[in-house]
Each structure stands twice: as structure tokens, then as C-alpha cells.
């Protein structure tokens, strides 16, 4: 059973930084392409950025460019997403999805970033 | 960007009873690679987002086959043969074909 777990989130002031994770389980992570999508509170789905198998590869939302890095470790079947210069815009639930043949076909439970003084 | 655009945003219907949600995107979805990379998702209240339909019409592992995905180019239409309770949540279409992926705005089905 796939299965995907982020944690990480949590409040932080403007400007601040949060690092998010997301554990993969029950897939080759090695073999799939990996994406996050936020949804803000009451809001819609936005993505955020994805990243290739060997980390080679990254996309991202123009709002995001220059502030989020996102990266992998496949020896610990790990997704992360650096999150630098926080604003308050950025608060949402953060999800990870694994992205296989730009199909989000696996979603995480998410975790919550709220950036507030 | 690729707008998507949903119609309706919200969608009333009784139990049984077929529904309908469309979407339309601002360009067209066919990739380059000859696929349309056009999704749907559902968002059941206090969920995560859950894969239904990928690439306009094929279902994924699980789904009931009461959900089927058409259209073509621009224009993509998600059908319900007959709703039921466990479908009330918010629907989302999605374009991968291009970067960045996309979502339309959701459409909220609920029962009368």
C-alpha cells in the first residue's frame, strides 16, 4: 500500500523558515517523479513544485521561485521543501503526491504552515 | 499559466439522480507526447485530495463506475450515473500538461 506521510509544519513568524518532510512507503520512491501542493484554509489546490527521480529535475510555481527549494533523499525514501522568507500567503495545508507520469496519483494527509506574528 | 475554469461551482443534487461538472481550459491540454494530461480529483470533507479520473477518462484503481471522465482539447466533462452519499465533497480538475500544473477552482457537490 503506498503511503505518504509529511510532517514539519507548524508556526512560524514572516521571514521565518520551515523545513517540511514527506515519508514515502510500499513503492520504488527511486522510480517516481514526487510533487507538493498546498491548499490554503477554505481556498483551492495550488502546486507548488515537483521534483525528477535523482533530484535532477525541479519545477516550480512562479510565486514559490527563489524562496522554496524542494529535494529528495532516496535513501530514506525522503521528500522535502525548504521554505525561506515565509509570508503570511504561504499559510495552507502542504501536501505531498507522488507524480507518476504527471498523474498526482497518492496523496499525503498534509501538514499545516501558518505564517503569522 | 493554464487556467482551468469550472462550472458549476457548486451543484445540489438528490440522491440517485445523475450529475454533471465541466471544465474548460484556457489553451489546449494536448501534450506534445500526443496524451492530454487532464485529471480529476475529489476532496471529501476533511480529506486529502483523492485521484478519480486521469488523462480525461480512465479511472483509477478503486473508483466506482459511476464516475466516467470525457472531452477533448478544452473542454472535459465529469459524470456521476448516480449520486450517492459518500460523494459529497469538492471536485477539482487538474492540467499536468504543462508547467506549472493547474487546478480548476472546485466545484462543491452537495445533496438536497
Known amino acids: 500500500e503506498v503511503q505518504l506521510v509529511e510532517s514539519g509544519g507548524g508556526l512560524v513568524q514572516p521571514g521565518g523558515s520551515l523545513r517540511l518532510s514527506c515519508v514515502a512507503s510500499g513503492f520504488t520512491y527511486n522510480t517516481y517523479w514526487m510533487s507538493w501542493v498546498r491548499q490554503a484554509p477554505g481556498k483551492g489546490l495550488e502546486w507548488v513544485a515537483n521534483?525528477?527521480?535523482?533530484?535532477?529535475?525541479?519545477n516550480y510555481v512562479d510565486s514559490v521561485k527563489g524562496r522554496f527549494t524542494i529535494s529528495r533523499d532516496n535513501a530514506k525514501n525522503s521528500l522535502y521543501l525548504q521554505m525561506n522568507s515565509l509570508r503570511a500567503e504561504d499559510t495552507a495545508v502542504y501536501y505531498c503526491?507522488?507524480?507518476?507520469?504527471?498523474?498526482?496519483?497518492?496523496w499525503g494527509q498534509g501538514t499545516l504552515v501558518t505564517v503569522s506574528s | 499559466d493554464i487556467v482551468m475554469t469550472q462550472t458549476p461551482l457548486s451543484s445540489p443534487v438528490t440522491l440517485g439522480q445523475p450529475a454533471s461538472i465541466s471544465c474548460r481550459s484556457s489553451q489546449s491540454l494536448v501534450h506534445s507526447d500526443g496524451n492530454t494530461y487532464l485529471s480529476w480529483l475529489q476532496q471529501r470533507p476533511g480529506q486529502p485530495p483523492r485521484l478519480l479520473i486521469y488523462k480525461i477518462s480512465n479511472r483509477f484503481s478503486g473508483v466506482p463506475d459511476r464516475f466516467s471522465g470525457s472531452g477533448a482539447g478544452t473542454d472535459f466533462t465529469l459524470k456521476m450515473s448516480r449520486v450517492e452519499a459518500e460523494d459529497v465533497g469538492v471536485y477539482y480538475c487538474?492540467?499536468?500538461?504543462?508547467?506549472?500544473?493547474?487546478f480548476g477552482q472546485g466545484t462543491k457537490l452537495e445533496i438536497k
Open positions: 487538474m492540467q499536468a500538461t504543462q508547467f506549472p500544473y493547474t
Open positions: 521534483i525528477d527521480q535523482d533530484g535532477s529535475k525541479k
Open positions: 503526491a507522488r507524480d507518476y507520469w504527471n498523474v498526482l496519483d497518492h
